[in-house]
């Protein structure tokens, strides 16, 4: 079975570029989670999703951060502009919804704003 | 969002001993606690989850150990293996259609 797909898997750009990753999830998974990790704060929820809906976006630090999910099996997460402490691992996750649904994670983006 | 505390920050524990890594809670809303294990340039991946109707749960090598008066959980990584050097995350969940809330994560290091 294929799991959480994210692409670009690196990315390398400057300051105050605009920064797009990409998430597939698991076909038939209908939540949807955005993380970021860092050393300093772990993992970190951004913002997550219910059959598309976004229900909770409190964690996505600024104004600069925006998500989308226009169907079942695509999301993305932008920044912009972004900025050097924007650096991290970005992962998506994806569950079934409910209690005791593992979530299962993709491996990642890793973004380095310069 | 409900905070759950995590330790130690790293270990590092010889191979063929007992790993283990503790969990705390405030939240007594919480009913399902998994763990989740995290290799280098990979996502997180469940390794084993816990509802506190029961005190223990083992799967293989791998224990967790449940005591809700405490609000404290903790894994125990039995006869530890340089393969089990990673990083590990414990979670919490409330009930509905809640995200998990995780631990900051442990680096655990087994060496030869």
């Known amino acids: 079975d294929a799991g959480v797909i994210q692409s670009p898997r690196h990315e390398v750009t400057e300051m105050g570029q605009e920064v797009t990753l990409r998430c597939k999830p698991i076909?038939?998974?209908?939540?949807l989670f955005w993380y970021r990790q860092t050393m300093m704060r772990g993992l970190e929820l951004l913002i997550y999703f219910n059959n598309n809906v976004p229900i909770d976006d409190s964690g996505m630090p600024e104004d600069r951060f925006s998500a989308k999910m226009p169907n079942a099996s695509f999301s993305t997460l932008k920044i912009q502009p972004s900025e050097p402490r924007d650096s991290a691992v970005y992962f998506c996750?994806?569950?079934?919804?409910?209690?005791?649904?593992?979530?299962?994670f993709g491996d990642g983006t890793r973004l380095s704003i310069l | 969002q409900q905070q759950v505390k995590q330790s130690p920050q790293s270990l590092i524990v010889q191979k063929g001993g007992i790993s283990i890594i503790n969990c705390a809670y405030e939240n007594t809303a919480f009913d399902y606690f998994p763990w989740y294990q995290q290799f280098p340039g990979k996502g997180p991946a469940l390794l084993i989850a816990i509802r506190p109707d029961v005190s223990e749960k083992k799967e293989g090598r791998f224990t967790i150990s449940f005591n809700k008066s405490a609000k404290q959980f903790s894994l125990h990584i039995m006869d530890s293996q340089p393969g089990d050097s990673a990083t590990y995350f414990c979670?919490?969940?409330?009930?509905?259609?809640?995200?998990?809330?995780f631990g900051k994560g442990t680096r655990l290091s087994v060496i030869a």
């Open positions: 979670a919490a969940m409330s009930p509905g259609n809640t995200p998990l809330v």
């Open positions: 996750a994806s569950s079934f919804l409910g209690v005791g649904q593992p979530q299962h």
């Open positions: 076909s038939g998974h209908n939540s």
